[in-house]
């Protein structure tokens, strides 16, 4: 540290106060150390001061609050995602391990403590957030860029609208204003309409083209000074459509967002909520929220705004007007979120601010997009491949671990820079086996020993530790080699490759760093997904004919239609209604699935009557979510011994299946062979 740098502070956690005391004296000549004497005392003091600590160094077991809950509690406030956490233990169960990482601990070090092997982590660690930080303000500033691009290519169009109208120009700026101002409100009032920061920024956007559809309309009547006739007004009303109709022909685009909200902002933002707007009618939240919000602040800066046709009101009348119904009929719970944030909307209008703080849009913007769940569980899994890598690769470079990949599937060795100018050989290595250099150093057919173990990995049990013998120099010398498994996505797992390190014996205090076990959960719903499945069921026929076993198949009837009307972010809220409905409705050894789309598996253990069981699951499925009638279409098979073929027993449940849609749906069918014939 320089000369009058300050030290950064480290907060050291731990109910033993000479473990506390050892790790100060550790750490004091290059960090400023405070102590808490447990979790409890932790979460008190960074609840307050977390900015202010660079590093926390956290034991597992305490009293009042142990090292998970605290855990649990950085993730709740999200501090965990600026504040880099090592656990430091003697618990060194894999499980325990396991579940410190799975809560977002950034590295473990193991009691006794080793002062040069305390220093290393503790630096390393922070070097690498700070490097993360840095790479996060990079994302930042090329995603502010290219949002600032896409809202200019926005505001040209759309100010071109407003040109031809003879609005002023800060029409649209005032509504994406509003609009960003209302969504936020709406958002803190209720959980009714579940908005993340991406989709208010979206929206806030596709605002500015609620009105594009007039650049079809002939000026003479949009610039009318006076009260248009009914056939004029009848032609002005068109613009709604012709603007839909416009960016539904962008069919390169349909599926992006922007696109997507635009459409129902150009379309529905003259609906009203009592059912006589136009162009169809809509009523209530028939209407998307995105139309309902542009629409209110589309009528207060009209009001607000000079116009060919009548001079601007104030605020308050505009207001008062609105609120009383004299403008059209509105969300009543907008109305609440339009009176509570009035007075800042005024102010903030009448200083001319844009509406929408850029920085903050996008950082948040950038902080959804990591966190966000829609990704299936093999992207994530990859992702989070990617990011251990990285890891493994950057500590690689700054410890004297040896790091490596192993692909067993192409028989490629991938090798960290230190590991193959160690050995002498190049940073990938195809049929490792055969490599003279890399071979001198473990000796004649130890690889091709290791790779038959690799193969014996399971998914319960994809970890594996060795200690064997490296003739580094010439001279032998022994290392852990610690190992974990990876598999492709495949319903019957195979290996695909293994990632692991080799780590001098010496150096005993190095923590175990493992790649987090792939999900076998779907992260929309919570349920099992495909593999998840498949990896249960394996065990549970075994236990056939001595159990009694039913597979059910069902998918939710006009889902498509619901995502169409409400929006994807509906649909997913219909998807968790069901999986919620599901798990209430069923036993915990029944066994529940997503395994795609709107599509799900139960596979029931029974020993009643197995019809009763489904009548009632089924019914329980079957109800209203907001507006929408959810029903859904079920086909079910028993196992029997003729049939114990899960793909079978798969194939005419989902036989069944087809029977209920086609008999016209909202029911259930057990399969019969004469149904084969209907599908």
Same mark, same amino acid.
């Given at each position: 540290?320089?000369?009058?740098?300050?030290?950064?502070?480290?907060?050291?956690?731990?109910?033993?106060?000479?473990?506390?005391?050892?790790?100060?004296?550790?750490?004091?000549?290059?960090?400023?150390?405070?102590?808490?004497?447990?979790?409890?005392?932790?979460?008190?003091?960074?609840?307050?001061?977390?900015?202010?600590?660079?590093?926390?160094?956290?034991?597992?077991?305490?009293?009042?609050?142990?090292?998970?809950?605290?855990?649990?509690?950085?993730?709740?406030?999200?501090?965990?995602?600026?504040?880099?956490?090592?656990?430091?233990?003697?618990?060194?169960?894999?499980?325990?391990?396991?579940?410190?990482?799975?809560?977002?601990?950034?590295?473990?070090?193991?009691?006794?403590?080793?002062?040069?092997?305390?220093?290393?982590?503790?630096?390393?660690?922070?070097?690498?957030?700070?490097?993360?930080?840095?790479?996060?303000?990079?994302?930042?500033?090329?995603?502010?860029?290219?949002?600032?691009?896409?809202?200019?290519?926005?505001?040209?169009?759309?100010?071109?609208?407003?040109?031809?109208?003879?609005?002023?120009?800060?029409?649209?700026?005032?509504?994406?204003?509003?609009?960003?101002?209302?969504?936020?409100?709406?958002?803190?009032?209720?959980?009714?309409?579940?908005?993340?920061?991406?989709?208010?920024?979206?929206?806030?956007?596709?605002?500015?083209?609620?009105?594009?559809?007039?650049?079809?309309?002939?000026?003479?009547?949009?610039?009318?000074?006076?009260?248009?006739?009914?056939?004029?007004?009848?032609?002005?009303?068109?613009?709604?459509?012709?603007?839909?109709?416009?960016?539904?022909?962008?069919?390169?685009?349909?599926?992006?967002?922007?696109?997507?909200?635009?459409?129902?902002?150009?379309?529905?933002?003259?609906?009203?909520?009592?059912?006589?707007?136009?162009?169809?009618?809509?009523?209530?939240?028939?209407?998307?929220?995105?139309?309902?919000?542009?629409?209110?602040?589309?009528?207060?800066?009209?009001?607000?705004?000079?116009?060919?046709?009548?001079?601007?009101?104030?605020?308050?009348?505009?207001? *008062?007007? %609105?609120?009383?119904?004299?403008?059209? +009929?509105? /969300?009543? @719970?907008? !109305?609440?979120?339009?009176?509570? =944030?009035?007075?800042?909307?005024?102010?903030?209008?009448?200083?001319?601010?844009?509406?929408?703080?850029?920085?903050?849009?996008?950082?948040?913007?950038?902080?959804?997009?990591?966190?966000?769940?829609?990704?299936?569980?093999?992207?994530?899994?990859?992702?989070?491949?990617?990011?251990?890598?990285?890891?493994?690769?950057?500590?690689?470079?700054?410890? *004297?671990? %040896?790091?490596?990949?192993?692909?067993? +599937?192409? /028989?490629? @060795?991938? !090798?960290?820079?230190?590991?193959? =100018?160690?050995?002498?050989?190049?940073?990938?290595?195809?049929?490792?086996?055969?490599?003279?250099?890399?071979?001198?150093?473990?000796?004649?057919?130890?690889?091709?020993?290791?790779?038959?173990?690799?193969?014996?990995?399971?998914?319960?049990?994809?970890?594996?530790?060795?200690?064997?013998?490296?003739?580094?120099?010439?001279?032998?010398?022994?290392?852990?080699? %610690?190992?974990?498994?990876?598999?492709?996505?495949?319903?019957?797992?195979?290996?695909?490759?293994?990632?692991?390190?080799?780590?001098?014996?010496?150096?005993?205090?190095?923590?175990?760093?493992?790649?987090?076990?792939?999900?076998?959960?779907?992260?929309?719903?919570?349920?099992?997904?495909?593999?998840?499945?498949?990896?249960?069921?394996?065990?549970?026929?075994?236990?056939?004919?001595?159990?009694?076993?039913?597979?059910?198949?069902?998918?939710?009837?006009?889902?498509?239609?619901?995502?169409?009307?409400?929006?994807?972010?509906?649909?997913?809220?219909?998807?968790?209604?069901?999986?919620?409905?599901?798990?209430?409705?069923?036993?915990?050894?029944?066994?529940?699935?997503?395994?795609?789309?709107?599509?799900?598996?139960?596979?029931?253990?029974?020993?009643?009557?197995?019809?009763?069981?489904?009548?009632?699951?089924?019914?329980?499925?079957?109800?209203?979510?907001?507006?929408?009638?959810?029903?859904?279409?079920?086909?079910?098979?028993?196992?029997?011994?003729?049939?114990?073929?899960?793909?079978?027993?798969?194939?005419?449940?989902?036989?069944?299946?087809?029977?209920?849609?086609?008999?016209?749906?909202?029911?259930?069918?057990?399969?019969?062979?004469?149904?084969?014939?209907?599908?």
């Amino acid at each position: 540290m320089q000369k009058g740098q300050q030290k950064r502070s480290i907060l050291v956690v731990d109910d033993s106060e000479m473990n506390r005391s050892i790790l100060a004296d550790m750490l004091a000549d290059e960090f400023s150390v405070e102590e808490a004497e447990d979790g409890e005392a932790a979460i008190s003091v960074l609840s307050e001061r977390g900015g202010d600590f660079a590093l926390v160094l956290l034991d597992i077991v305490m009293p009042k609050k142990d090292g998970f809950e605290v855990l649990a509690e950085l993730n709740r406030t999200r501090l965990i995602e600026e504040l880099p956490v090592i656990m430091v233990s003697a618990e060194t169960a894999p499980s325990q391990i396991e579940r410190a990482y799975e809560l977002g601990a950034t590295d473990f070090i193991m009691r006794p403590f080793d002062a040069s092997i305390v220093h290393r982590r503790v630096r390393n660690t922070i070097f690498l957030y700070a490097k993360q930080r840095k790479l996060i303000d990079i994302i930042e500033a090329q995603i502010d860029e290219k949002e600032q691009n896409s809202s200019l290519l926005v505001d040209i169009l759309s100010h071109l609208v407003e040109f031809r109208n003879g609005e002023s120009g800060l029409h649209i700026l005032h509504v994406r204003t509003i609009t960003d101002f209302l969504l936020r409100r709406l958002v803190r009032k209720t959980d009714r309409y579940p908005l993340s920061e991406e989709e208010i920024s979206v929206i806030a956007m596709a605002s500015a083209l609620h009105d594009i559809g007039k650049i079809a309309i002939d000026d003479k009547i949009l610039n009318k000074p006076g009260k248009l006739t009914d056939e004029e007004y009848a032609i002005m009303k068109t613009h709604s459509m012709i603007g839909a109709t416009m960016l539904e022909g962008l069919v390169s685009h349909k599926d992006n967002p922007l696109v997507e909200y635009a459409y129902r902002i150009c379309r529905w933002h003259h609906e009203r909520w009592d059912g006589r707007g136009y162009p169809d009618g809509l009523k209530g939240d028939e209407i998307p929220i995105s139309a309902q919000i542009v629409s209110l602040a589309d009528v207060y800066d009209a009001l607000t705004s000079e116009r060919v046709y009548k001079p601007p009101l104030t605020p308050e009348k505009a207001k *008062e007007m %609105i609120i009383s119904g004299q403008c059209g +009929a509105f /969300n009543p @719970l907008l !109305l609440e979120c339009f009176s509570e =944030e009035f007075e800042s909307l005024k102010e903030h209008l009448a200083r001319g601010e844009e509406g929408i703080s850029t920085r903050r849009e996008i950082k948040n913007y950038a902080d959804a997009a990591l966190h966000s769940k829609g990704p299936s569980a093999s992207e994530r899994t990859l992702r989070l491949l990617d990011y251990e890598r990285m890891k493994y690769n950057f500590f690689a470079e700054l410890t *004297e671990e %040896i790091q490596f990949e192993y692909n067993v +599937a192409e /028989n490629i @060795l991938k !090798l960290s820079s230190r590991g193959a =100018e160690l050995f002498g050989v190049t940073e990938e290595i195809v049929d490792p086996a055969k490599e003279p250099n890399f071979r001198a150093y473990l000796g004649e057919g130890w690889f091709s020993k290791l790779s038959d173990r690799f193969r014996k990995l399971s998914p319960s049990h994809p970890d594996f530790r060795h200690e064997c013998e490296l003739r580094i120099g010439g001279n032998p010398r022994w290392y852990n080699l %610690i190992l974990r498994a990876v598999w492709t996505d495949d319903v019957e797992p195979t290996i695909e490759s293994v990632i692991g390190k080799l780590v001098d014996v010496h150096d005993t205090h190095i923590a175990l760093s493992e790649l987090r076990e792939k999900s076998i959960r779907d992260p929309l719903t919570g349920l099992l997904n495909r593999e998840g499945a498949a990896e249960e069921l394996k065990e549970k026929f075994n236990d056939f004919p001595h159990k009694k076993y039913a597979v059910a198949v069902f998918d939710v009837d006009s889902f498509k239609s619901a995502n169409d009307e409400y929006g994807h972010l509906f649909g997913d809220k219909v998807l968790q209604e069901v999986s919620e409905r599901l798990v209430h409705g069923t036993r915990v050894h029944d066994l529940c699935a997503r395994i795609g789309g709107d599509e799900f598996l139960i596979v029931f253990e029974y020993d009643a009557d197995i019809r009763l069981i489904i009548s009632r699951v089924f019914k329980s499925l079957c109800g209203k979510v907001g507006e929408f009638d959810l029903t859904v279409s079920m086909g079910v098979v028993e196992m029997t011994e003729k049939d114990q073929n899960f793909p079978e027993l798969f194939r005419m449940a989902d036989v069944a299946l087809y029977a209920s849609k086609n008999a016209g749906k909202a029911r259930y069918n057990f399969y019969d062979p004469s149904m084969e014939a209907i599908k």
